[in-house]
């Protein structure tokens, strides 16, 4: 099966700053990357999300790039704030119609400091 | 709005005690999930429903169980809760009725999660 991992666990910025957390994934027919923020005590929420027909994606100050030939991609926040802090999951996915079984990364918790 | 709903956001109970926790949703998706998330880890998948068809996880223990009685309802049965069963329950959707094949139709929404004591 799928498995996706996400460096760094844990990882501090101040106000401004470019945060950047990195995925792997180790199944080739994975095709859908999306990126989760999950505040305490709440449910995931999408943030971004990529398939494997395109290269990069942006909003506004998330971006997420996808190397499909590395089995790579990777989530940019950029003009950091300090409501930017919580916990981001990375998952993996192969589309097939029949429902969407997300493989989860090990998760990051963002800070970002004043 | 809420779009995902899930109730009890908390619940208690006691060792062996079955317990029910729910999920409803208003955007008529044809895809329910159901999500274990114990502390500081990723959520995992026990079982997801594509409209009545119930798909189940390999890993996922026989003491939870699941019935979806419609679109919008989904229920996640404990059967007999263990202390090792005490996590956030996370429900999900997905994939809007008639939406076919539509690979934009497949991001999942999830609820705010049941945050499950076991005494």
């Known amino acids: 099966g799928e498995n996706v991992e996400q460096h760094p666990s844990t990882l501090s910025v101040q106000e401004g700053d470019s945060a950047v957390i990195k995925c792997t994934y180790s199944?080739?027919?994975?095709?859908?990357f999306p990126w989760y923020k999950q505040e305490l005590g709440k449910g995931p929420q999408l943030i971004i999300d990529?398939?494997?027909?395109?290269g990069e994606k942006k909003d506004q100050r998330i971006a997420v790039t996808l190397n499909k030939t590395a089995k790579h991609f990777s989530l940019h926040i950029t003009e950091t704030q300090p409501e930017d802090s919580a916990v981001y999951f990375c998952a993996a996915s192969m589309l097939t119609g029949g429902g969407n079984k997300l493989t989860f990364g090990t998760g990051t918790q963002l800070k970002v400091e004043l | 709005d809420a779009m995902v709903i899930q109730n009890p956001r908390y619940q208690v109970t006691q060792f062996g005690k079955p317990v029910t926790l729910s999920c409803s949703q208003t955007l008529n998706h044809n895809v329910m999930y159901w999500y274990q998330q114990k502390s500081s880890q990723a959520p995992k998948l026990l079982f997801h429903y594509y409209d009545k068809d119930f798909n189940n996880e390999a890993d996922t223990p026989d003491n939870f169980q699941s019935r979806r009685p419609n679109t919008s309802f989904c229920f996640l049965d404990i059967r007999s809760p263990g202390l090792g069963d005490a996590a956030m329950y996370l429900c999900a959707t997905s994939r809007p009725l008639g939406s076919g094949t539509q690979a934009n139709t497949d991001t999942q929404y999830f609820g705010p999660g049941t945050r499950l004591t076991v005494l």
């Open positions: 990529i398939r494997s027909n395109v």
């Open positions: 199944d080739s027919a994975s095709n859908y």
